[in-house]
């Protein structure tokens, strides 16, 4: 568990971990939209009658493994197998969690349901890159670790 001093004062003006932080959370937002994304298009694209909220679960699953598969994928180009799968699954829960959830909730305000069409998906995507962005810099910021 890290401890955080009440004195720490964060910096949130620094660009370049504005800029790191952005990117980490780009590619967060990749791994997770590939799995969320297909799975919402397959219940879609079927018709198989399942209820919404079940779907979004399933969708928010796939999102996170997904993106934990494309990110072992990533550093396995820089390290071990097992330590880059160590790694992936170590990656922010937080952040993949609450990258998926505003991606689905955009999806069921503005659609109704768990519908893709052409205009919904990039505000999903965008709700889904903002919504973890400040918690991705503090980590980098007071923890020093990178979601990515």
Not at 43 to 52: K, M, V, Y
Not at 70 to 97: K, N, W, Y
């Amino acid at each position: 568990m890290v401890a955080i001093t009440k004195n720490r004062k964060i910096n949130w003006i620094q660009p370049g971990k504005w800029k790191k932080a952005s990117y980490n959370t780009f590619w967060c937002l990749l791994g997770c939209s590939i799995g969320d994304l297909g799975t919402i298009a397959y219940f879609q694209f079927t018709g198989t009658p399942w209820p919404t909220l079940m779907i979004m679960c399933l969708a928010i699953v796939m999102g996170l493994m997904t993106s934990i598969l494309l990110e072992t994928i990533v550093l396995s180009t820089q390290m071990a197998i097992s330590t880059a799968i160590r790694t992936a699954l170590g990656m922010s829960m937080i952040s993949m969690v609450s990258m998926e959830v505003a991606m689905n909730l955009m999806d069921i305000i503005l659609t109704g349901g768990a519908l893709l069409t052409w205009w919904v998906i990039p505000i999903m995507l965008t709700a889904g890159f903002v919504t973890p962005l400040p918690y991705n810099y503090w980590r980098l910021e007071v923890l020093g670790k990178a979601c990515h």
